[in-house]
């Protein structure tokens, strides 16, 4: 399941993409300072932007892409209002990521990689928070809530999407 494309203004994107690539034209080297700022007003990376971006540097569209999808920060598609990502690192891992995941999974009626039709919730599943001694940890568009099991990580996503 994954959600539609939300309407994207690009009458007003495109000045501010263009003007960004402009900046880098011909630097093959700013392609993740690229990606990170067109991302920002985007909110992720269509297909269509990574053309463009890979015409302005002057890199292999393929670059783009394997950049792209190397960092998890990067999206492919628009996240959720509520970013859910769950470490799936060995510490959390081993401490019960696993059944955490499928209870949000479930919960929220997506894949770990997806987003909610109604553009609430998008789920990802990482290496690594870098937070090993909360785990199993999650952040919650980048707030960090540690020492979880399946119900804890439920009760987490619930309280923040009522505030």
């Not at 007003?41 to 002057?58: M, S, T």
């Not at 799936?88 to 401490?95: L, S």
């Amino acid at each position: 399941m994954s959600s539609a494309l939300p309407e994207i203004n690009w009458e007003t994107l495109n000045p501010q993409i263009n003007e960004i690539i402009e900046e880098y034209r011909g630097q093959p080297s700013a392609l993740i300072e690229v990606l990170h700022r067109i991302q920002e007003i985007v909110g992720f990376l269509p297909r269509d932007v990574q053309i463009k971006i890979a015409e302005g540097l002057g890199v292999a569209q393929a670059e783009v892409y394997s950049v792209s999808s190397f960092y998890s920060h990067f999206s492919f598609k628009p996240k959720g209002k509520y970013k859910v990502c769950l470490c799936m690192g060995t510490a959390c891992y081993v401490k019960g990521a696993p059944e955490i995941l499928t209870a949000l999974e479930k919960h929220m009626g997506i894949e770990a990689g997806d987003t909610t039709d109604d553009g609430m919730y998008s789920l990802e599943s990482v290496r690594c928070l870098g937070a090993c001694g909360l785990g199993p940890v999650m952040t919650i568009n980048n707030e960090a809530h540690g020492l979880l099991k399946p119900d804890k990580a439920l009760q987490s996503v619930k309280k923040c999407c009522k505030e």
